[in-house]
């Protein structure tokens, strides 16, 4: 299973395609569009994810050497910056909106494991920034994979 969320709209486009080419042979089985499920799977850029995981659990035993913080942020946001990248050139993601939409899942999930924004006031302050990534997390599993790329 690629990484591209397959919706009906393509499917349509890949069958007009085919007929259009005048294949002989007929269309190959055709595909049904993402469930839920698989579109749920398909936002999360659970390998980005991992890499500021692996350098976050690196970093912080050796905090009091380093500027924690700063690296914190400055990986944050270069992943970011190399998600869509990242979906484009390894997992051949060519849909804008799913771009936005992993990236969005990608701030979520590190909010929710504090990752830099750990230390911000708001955050430290009696247990409410757990309280808000937890809370963050159930909103975007729920409503990414119903806003996110058309059916």
Known sequence: MGR????????????????????????????????YADRLAK?????VVSVYLFVDGTLRPIGAW??????????????????????????????????????????????SIGGPFANLAFYKNHDVGHALGSVAVALATFVFPIWGVEK
Request: hydrophobic letters at 55%.
């Open 4 to 35: 591209e969320v397959i919706t009906t709209k393509d499917l349509e486009l890949a069958d007009a395609q085919v007929k259009a080419a005048g294949a002989i042979a007929g269309a190959p089985a055709r595909r049904k569009p993402d469930t």
């Open 43 to 47: 936002y999360v850029p659970a390998e």
């Open 66 to 111: 380093i500027p924690l913080q700063a690296m914190l942020w400055g990986m944050f946001f270069l992943l970011i910056a190399l998600t869509p990248f990242y979906l484009l050139r390894v997992q051949k993601v060519k849909k804008w909106k799913q771009w936005v939409i992993s990236e969005a899942s990608f701030v979520v999930w590190v909010f």
